[in-house]
C-alpha cells in the first residue's frame, strides 16, 4: 500500500537524528520536459513518462478514488449515521467501555508495508506561541522506498511528543482552548450573535471572566444584529486587515461565533461568500450536545451544509484534539488560496476538561493516517450506529528521512485531504511546544498543491508541425532553460498586457517595478483595484463585463497576456471562444501567447490553456522575474533599461482612452421653488444627479484634499457598484471591498464596519444602493451601539436597476421585483442617534460631500443622495466577446437567451 501524498509533512523526528535543508536537496534538473510521443530532461529523448501526463494520471486516478470515497460515505449515510452522539471521550478502534481493541489498533496502524515517502525537512525550533509556525519551507523533496519501515519507537515519540503539546492545555476547557489559540493566531476582534448551544464559549470573551485577570481582555467582542451581519463584518475585516507581520504577508482571519440552528443557517451567505472571493475566516457554532436527542431544539447537520461551501468544516469529538482543530482551522484557512473555515461545538463538548487521563487516552489512540481510503474507517462505521462515517481528525503519518531513519508526522484532516506537523519545542527555555508545517514539493495531489505552490513552471509549446512539447523548470532561474525562454518572450512581446488579480495584492512594489522596466500596461480585477495605482501612467483600470473600455480592446488585441494572480472569472473573459484572438495567434507563431500565474495548480489550464502556467504566488513570481532582469541589483543597476518596445502601444493605449470615455450622464438644471428656514418661499435652479455623477464628485473631493491613500471604500452589489469600480480612482492594494463571485447584496455595511475595526485611523466609506442597503441596515444598531465612525453614502433611485436594465433589454420592459418603496433613511439615522444628511440636486452636492468626509471624523455619518435611474456604461454585450461593449444607453436589438446572471 502506497502513503497518500502528503503536501504538508511535518515530523516528529527519531532521537538522535537531525534534519537536511529541503533547500538544498531541490534540484531543478529534475523537472522533466516531455513531447506528445516522448520524454527527455532539457530536450534528451526518453520512453519515460513525462512529469505533466504523471500529474494528469495521478488527479484522475485521485479523482477515481475520491468517487470511491462518496460511494462508500453515502452507503454509510444510508444506515442511518449520524453525527456522534454520548461518544465523546471514545477513540478509534476503542472499545465503548475505553479500552483499545486490538484488532482495531492493528487495523489502523497497517499503513506502510510497500512504498514510504522518503521527505527532508528542517530541523524544527519552535517560537513561543502555541500556534502553526507559517515558515513554511517551500523546496522540501520526495522520494519513494519500499524497504525501509519506520521502528516503532518513532511511533511512540509522535505519540509523546502530541501529548507534550497538549499537555500545556491541562486542567482547560474546550472554550478556554479556543479563546486562547484565538489569542496565539493573532485575532483581536470577534462578530458573533449569542445562543444557548453557544454559552461556554461565549462566556470566555466577558470582561470579568476568572481567565483575564488583571491584564483584561485581549479580544474585543461585538454583538450584531444577526449572524449574517456578523459573517460579513468579519469579511470586511479580512479583506482590509494589514497582515500579521512582514515575513509572514497572509491575510488575517476574521473571526465568527454564533449559535447552532438558524445561527448556522444564517452564516451560510457570508461563508460562501468568502469561499468565492477567497477570504480567510473561521466559523464557530454551537451545537446540540452529543447526547441530545436526535432533532433536538435548535439543532441542524451544520458540518454536511458547510462542508460544500468551506476549505475544511469539523465537528470537534473532544477537548484533546481542540488545540489541533484550531491551530489547523486557521493554517488551512489562511493558506493556498485563503477562505473559510467551519467548526461546530456541541455544548457539552466546550465545557469537557483536559485531563492527564484524557491526553493518556487520546495520545495512546493515534494509529496510522489510513494509506488505502476509508476502508478501515468503513468498518469501524458499520460495526456501530453512531459512530461517524470520517476519519480520524488526529493520526499520524510515517515518513522516511534522507538518511533511511523513519520518523513519524502528525496528521491533522482527511487521509486525502489533510496535512501533517511537527512537534516542536521553544527555543527560548520556556518548554512551549508548537506545529511546525514543511511539505514535499513531488506531491502530486491537488489538494496540497492547491494550499502549497510549487514554484514551478508548466509549459506548453506549439510546434511547427502542429505537436505540442510541454516542460518545467524552476521559478527561481539558476539556468533553468523553461525560466530563460519565459523571460525571452516577455522582453520581445510588443503589444504585451498585465492583468493583475488578487494574487499581486501583496505585492504593488514588486509590480510597479516589472510594469515600468518592461513599460507595459497594467489592468486589474475588481478584488486588485489600487495593486497598480491608477495614478500611473500606465496603468488601464479595470477590465470586464462593466470594466473600462481601453483595457478591453487591449487585452483582445495584445501579442502577450500576463495573468498574475486571476483566475479568468467569466466577468473578465466575455465569451471564452473569442478570448485572446490575438495572443494565441502569436503563440503559435513563437511572439507571444499566456502566461498564468497562480497559487493553485487546479487553475492551470482550467479556463484558458496558457503557454506557461506559473504554480506560484503573484509576490514569488515577481520578485523571480525582477532578479532574473536585475531589477534588485543593490547598485541599482539593471539588465533591462525602460523599454522602447512598446512606446507604439502606449500611444495606443492613449488614443482609445480619449475616444472611450467612461460616460457620465449628466442632466440641465430645472427651476424649482423651495421654502428657505425664513419661511420665504424662492426660485432655485436644481440639477438631477446619476450615481456616475456623485461617485465622480467624491473621487474628485477626496483627491483635492490629499486623503485618497487614507480611504477604504466598501459597496453592495449592482449600479453603484461598477460605477464605484470605473469612477474612484484607486491607488493602494485592497481599497476596494465588494462580493465579486457571488455577488451578495447586503454586504456592503458590514464590509464598511470591518474595515474600520481593522483600520481605525482610516476613512473607511460605504458606498450602498438602496436595494442592497434595505437588506441589513439593521447593522446601524451595531455602528451606534460600538460608536465606530464610518461613513454610509446611500444612492437611492429606488430601484434594483441593473437588473431593472436587463428587464428592459430582454424581456421587453416588463418590469417586476426592481422598484423600491423605501424608508426616509434620514429619519432612519436619527432614529439611531447617527448623523446624517440629504442631497436630491448638484449644486449642493460638493460642500455636502466634504461634511460628510470630514466634518466629523469620529462620528459615524450616513448621507442620503437621491440620484435617477441610469445603466451602468459600458457593459460588454451578453454572450459576445470582451471587445464587443455597449457604450451609450440606447435601443438595439439583443439575444434573449444571452441575458447575464
Known sequence: MKLPGVALALFVATAGTSCTSPAAAFSPSSLGRTRTSAVGLEGSVSSSSSSSA??????????????????????????????????????????????????????????????????DTTSATASPATTISNDVSAAATSAASSDVDAPALSRADARKSAASYLSQYDGQSSAAIIYSKLVDNGVTVVNGYSGGAVLPLLDQFHGEHPRHGEEGKKIRWITNSNESSAGHIAEGFAKSAPALSPTDGKMQAGVVVATSGPGVTNLITPITDAMCDGVPMVVLCGQAATFAPEAAFQSCPAVDLTRPITKWSYQIRNAAEVPFVMDYAFYVARHGRPGPVFIDLPKDLQNQIVTPDLVEEFTASLADVAADGQDQIMMMAQSSKTATHEAPFVSLSTHVRSDGRGHHAIHLGSPHEGLSFDVATASDGTGTTSLQPVYSSSSTELYELDIHPTNVIHETKIETDGTTTTRTGALDGHGSEVMTEMIDLIKQARKPVIIAGQGCNDAPDELRKFAEALQIPVTTTLHAMGVFDERHPLALNMLGMHGHATPNFMVQECDLLLNIGSRFDDRITGALGSFLPEARRAAVEGRGGIIHVDIRKSEHAKQVEP?????????????????????????????????????????????LEKEYPVPVPEYRPHTVTVTGDDGIEREEEHTKMSAQY??????????????????????????????????????????????????????????????????????????????????TFTELKTVAEQGIPIKMLILDNESQMMVEYWQRLFHAERYLAVRNINPDYTTLADSFRIKNIYCDHAEDLESKLEDFLFEDPDQPVLFHCRIERTPCMPMVAPGKALDDMIHRDERFDVDPSAAPS
Not at 503573484?618 to 531589477?631: H, I, K, S, Y
Open 611 to 655: 503557454n506557461f502556467f506559473v504554480h506560484s504566488t503573484g509576490l514569488d513570481f515577481l520578485r523571480a522575474v525582477n532578479a532574473e532582469l536585475g531589477l534588485d541589483d543593490p547598485d541599482g543597476s539593471a539588465k533591462v533599461k525602460p523599454s522602447t518596445a512598446t512606446r507604439s502601444w502606449l500611444k495606443y493605449k492613449t488614443e
Open 694 to 775: 456623485v461617485i465622480k464628485k467624491l473621487n474628485e473631493v477626496i483627491l483635492a484634499a490629499g486623503r485618497m491613500d487614507d480611504c477604504f471604500f466598501s459597496t453592495g452589489v449592482g449600479i453603484h457598484q461598477m460605477v464605484a469600480a470605473q469612477h474612484i480612482t484607486w491607488t493602494k492594494p485592497r481599497q476596494m471591498l465588494s462580493s465579486g463571485s457571488l455577488g451578495t447584496m447586503g454586504v456592503c455595511l458590514g464590509y464598511t464596519i470591518g474595515s474600520k475595526l481593522a483600520n481605525p485611523q482610516a476613512i473607511c466609506i460605504g458606498i450602498d444602493g438602496d436595494g442592497s442597503f434595505n437588506m
Open 54 to 119: 504523471f500529474l494528469r494520471s495521478a488527479a484522475a486516478n485521485s479523482a477515481i478514488f475520491r468517487g470511491r470515497q462518496r460511494q462508500q460515505q453515502q452507503a454509510v449515510r444510508s444506515r442511518g449515521s449520524k453525527r456522534p452522539r454520548g461518544r465523546s471521550a471514545t477513540f478509534p478502534g476503542q472499545r465503548s467501555g475505553g479500552g483499545l481493541s486490538a484488532a482495531g489498533l492493528t487495523r489502523l496502524r497497517a499503513s506502510i508495508e510497500e512504498d514510504i515517502e522518503i521527505v
